[in-house]
């Protein structure tokens, strides 16, 4: 998948985000490093008010709020919130703790450009109570994924996963920390490959090279 070509160098992410924006900072962390591929030129919300907003003004970026409750129906939502990533011309569209679900007219406009993180190893465990159903499933390995997104509920093809061991004195508290302490790393690294541009998709193989 190729770069902008006004910037060969540096991949563009908008990120999406739901909440506090530790992810977010993570990846604004790893693109002040020499040599990250990416850098962060946006982030948008489907809410007002949330840390990730001010994660982003900290780094004087480029900030929008698309709220559902703004619109008659869920496709308009969907377009608009096309609309204001499309203007920051991304080259990825990193979703961050963003808990929508976008729709076939978003994922159409970037196709094979949107990436996620999930706190489990799927196909096990999908939606929104993943660390909660790991638990209760009573598994001794969970972990983290990190995938491409498709219109199904976290069923796009894996870019990358990590295990995470279930230990005894879990609550989901605990364990969401654990998973999280690897979840951030992983996904920075995996959007860095993706954002190097030297990979591709065959089926539900992703293929990094």
């Known amino acids: ?118 706190p489990a190893l799927l196909p096990a465990f999908p939606g929104a109570h993943a660390v909660r159903d790991a638990l209760a499933y009573g598994v001794k390995v969970t972990g983290v994924t990190v995938h491409l997104v498709d219109e199904g509920v976290d069923t796009g093809p894996v870019v990358a996963q990590a295990a995470v061991p279930v230990l005894e004195d879990d609550d989901e508290a605990r364990l969401q920390r654990r998973i999280q302490d690897v979840e951030r790393p992983l996904f920075v690294d995996a959007v860095g490959r993706l954002a190097r541009g030297d990979w591709a998709v065959h089926g539900r193989t992703v293929r990094l090279r």
């Open 1 to 118: 998948m190729p770069l902008s070509l006004d910037d060969p160098v540096r991949a563009r992410l908008v990120v999406l985000a739901s909440g506090a924006g530790s992810t977010l900072q993570a990846l604004l962390d790893a693109g002040r490093q020499p040599g990250y591929p990416a850098h962060v030129v946006a982030v948008g919300t489907d809410k007002p008010g949330v840390g990730a907003l001010d994660r982003a003004e900290t780094a004087g970026l480029a900030r929008f709020t698309v709220r559902p409750a703004d619109h008659a129906t869920r496709d308009g939502w969907d377009d608009e919130l096309a609309d204001q990533v499309e203007a920051h011309r991304p080259d990825l569209v990193v979703c961050a703790g963003f808990m929508r679900i976008l729709g076939r007219g978003f994922l159409s406009r970037f196709p094979s450009r949107v990436v996620n993180t999930h």
